[in-house]
């Protein structure tokens, strides 16, 4: 138990960028921390639905209330995910050799691919927003983060890493199948009871699931491997779907 505890607290100093009281690193707790990334998901989703809330509550114009929900997820995670976003869009619309994609991929500038590709999501999560007509329920704005995070965690630990991934070597030494198959369980839990008591709106879990395949293996094909950036390119692109598909609903 106390190694579950400092693998979840590892996983919040990493992947949200709201202060943590524990701040200890394990390396034997490292192979489990992408397993919590859907606890991870769920606390941050609970934030957002609170946040939503109260500004709906709280009769905030409709412009500056989507902005600041469009841009929450970014800011409390500290820009990790669309950091990998931005250098996954840069590479693989580059069309260049393998090589070169995989060069790009770790260049700490932005190119413009990656801005043009920004703007669009950015774009298209605040436009959604917008449409949000007061009756949506806002509990899937913790369904949204916690499957993104369910489908990510099953794909880092089943994927065949690149070899200048974080999740490549000695990352997978210790990695064990229990932690994928926890992270398949979570995902069929949240996806269930979205259903049970979202209702309609149940089927979210669903296109953020799908969206976020596709996009991986979009980005995996093209750079031939799995990463970290690759999963924050598809994760972003996912909740942005799932935004997308409350609006339509």
Same mark, same amino acid.
């Given at each position: 138990?106390?190694?579950?505890?400092?693998?979840?607290?590892?996983?919040?100093?990493?992947?949200?960028?709201?202060?943590? @009281? *524990?701040?200890?690193?394990?390396?034997?707790?490292? @192979?489990?921390?992408?397993?919590?990334?859907?606890?991870?998901?769920?606390?941050?989703? $609970?934030?957002?639905?609170? !946040?939503?809330?109260?500004?709906?509550?709280?009769?905030? @114009?409709?412009?500056?209330? $989507?902005?600041?929900?469009?841009? #929450?997820?970014?800011?409390?995670?500290?820009?990790?995910?669309?950091?990998?976003?931005?250098?996954?869009?840069?590479?693989?619309?580059?069309?260049?050799?393998?090589?070169?994609?995989?060069?790009?991929?770790?260049?700490?500038?932005?190119?413009?691919?990656?801005?043009?590709?920004?703007? !669009?999501?950015?774009?298209? /999560? #605040? $436009? $959604?927003?917008?449409?949000?007509?007061?009756?949506?329920?806002?509990?899937?704005?913790? /369904?949204?983060?916690?499957?993104?995070?369910?489908?990510?965690? !099953?794909?880092?630990?089943?994927?065949?890493?690149?070899?200048?991934?974080?999740?490549?070597?000695?990352?997978?030494?210790?990695?064990?199948?229990?932690?994928?198959?926890?992270?398949?369980?979570?995902?069929?839990?949240?996806?269930?009871?979205?259903?049970? #008591?979202?209702?309609? *709106?149940?089927?979210?879990?669903?296109?953020?699931?799908?969206?976020?395949?596709?996009?991986?293996?979009?980005?995996?094909?093209?750079?031939?491997?799995?990463?970290?950036?690759?999963?924050?390119?598809?994760?972003?692109?996912?909740?942005?779907?799932?935004?997308?598909?409350?609006?339509?609903?």
């Amino acid at each position: 138990m106390k190694k579950c505890f400092k693998a979840f607290m590892m996983s919040m100093t990493m992947f949200c960028a709201i202060p943590c @009281p *524990y701040h200890g690193w394990d390396e034997d707790c490292r @192979p489990m921390t992408t397993m919590f990334l859907p606890f991870v998901g769920a606390w941050i989703g $609970a934030l957002w639905a609170l !946040i939503a809330y109260l500004l709906n509550f709280l009769g905030v @114009p409709l412009f500056l209330r $989507a902005a600041v929900v469009c841009a #929450f997820p970014y800011v409390v995670t500290g820009g990790i995910h669309m950091d990998g976003f931005l250098d996954v869009s840069d590479a693989i619309r580059s069309w260049r050799g393998i090589e070169e994609r995989r060069k790009i991929l770790k260049d700490p500038h932005v190119g413009s691919f990656a801005v043009v590709d920004c703007l !669009i999501l950015v774009l298209v /999560q #605040f $436009a $959604a927003f917008c449409s949000f007509d007061g009756n949506e329920n806002l509990f899937t704005l913790i /369904q949204i983060p916690t499957v993104s995070r369910c489908v990510a965690s !099953i794909c880092v630990y089943t994927l065949r890493p690149m070899p200048t991934s974080q999740y490549s070597g000695d990352y997978q030494t210790g990695v064990r199948k229990s932690y994928t198959g926890v992270s398949v369980f979570l995902l069929i839990l949240s996806t269930a009871l979205g259903f049970v #008591f979202l209702g309609k *709106y149940g089927f979210v879990s669903v296109v953020v699931a799908l969206a976020y395949l596709l996009y991986m293996y979009r980005a995996y094909r093209n750079l031939e491997g799995m990463s970290g950036d690759i999963s924050g390119y598809a994760l972003t692109i996912a909740e942005m779907c799932g935004i997308v598909a409350v609006a339509l609903l």
